[in-house]
């Protein structure tokens, strides 16, 4: 069972250059999350999707966009990447919202 | 504004020695409190869910205990493997859609052989 599937595991990026992170889970599971991971702060959401066909913002949904593809796929796209989005990116999945998080293994995206 | 605090950042331990870990809250009408693993370079792996206060949970050599302030992870007898950094996360209660979760920075573990 691979769970929650992140592509591509490092990216390096120039200022201004756009890309789109990829998520699958195949748990069936309906809410699935976009979160970036730095040091010292906790983890913070960016977008959540509830349920296949919505997708709603989280605390930090600047300079983001989301697309929840089915209801196994949801990715994340950066337009114009700035330094400041420099992170560690993780997407989860849960059966809805307010269950347990089950996370992949996480995008190091590198902003230069 | 809702708050999750962990403490300590870091704990050594020496294999065998018990310690717990601390995870407090300052948030109104929490629905839940979680408890995480995470591996260097890996996801965090849920652990645990809390819903009142003196609910308890176990898993091997790990016990969560909830109160209305705090919670903590107690860790018996820790291994080498035990060694991660532990996040712990509260969720509000709220009436339909997203129910927010806000993630404490981590307790980075480490038990030595």
């Known amino acids: 069972n691979a769970g929650v599937t992140q592509t591509p595991k490092f990216q390096v990026l120039k200022t201004g250059q756009s890309m789109t992170l990829q998520c699958a889970q195949d748990?069936?599971?309906?809410?699935m999350y976009w979160y970036r991971q730095d040091p010292g702060m906790g983890l913070r959401l960016i977008y959540y999707?509830?349920?296949?066909?919505?997708?709603d913002k989280g605390e930090v949904p600047n300079g983001y966009n989301v697309s929840r593809l089915n209801k196994r796929e949801f990715s994340l796209r950066l337009e114009s990447a700035a330094p400041s989005q420099t992170s560690v990116y993780f997407c989860?999945?849960?059966?809805?919202?307010?269950?347990?998080?089950?996370f992949g293994n996480g995008t190091r995206l590198t902003v230069t | 504004e809702d708050q999750v605090t962990q403490s300590p950042e870091a704990l050594r331990l020496q294999e065998g020695e018990s310690s717990s870990l601390n995870c407090s809250y300052t948030?109104?009408?929490?629905?839940?409190l979680f408890w995480y693993r995470q591996d260097p370079g890996k996801g965090p792996e849920f652990l645990f869910t809390?819903?009142?206060a003196g609910e308890e949970k176990e898993k091997e050599r790990l016990k969560a205990t909830l109160t209305k302030k705090e919670s903590f992870l107690h860790i018996t007898a820790p291994k080498p493997e035990d060694s991660a950094t532990y996040l712990c996360?509260?969720?509000?209660?709220?009436?339909?859609?997203?129910?927010?979760?806000?993630f404490g920075t981590g307790t980075k573990l480490q038990v030595i052989p």
């Open positions: 948030v109104s009408g929490l629905r839940g």
């Open positions: 748990m069936n599971h309906n809410s």
């Open positions: 989860a999945s849960s059966e809805a919202t307010g269950g347990a998080l089950h």
């Open positions: 809390l819903y009142s």
């Open positions: 999707s509830a349920s296949e066909g919505t997708t």
């Open positions: 996360a509260v969720q509000l209660g709220t009436s339909g859609g997203y129910q927010k979760v806000t």
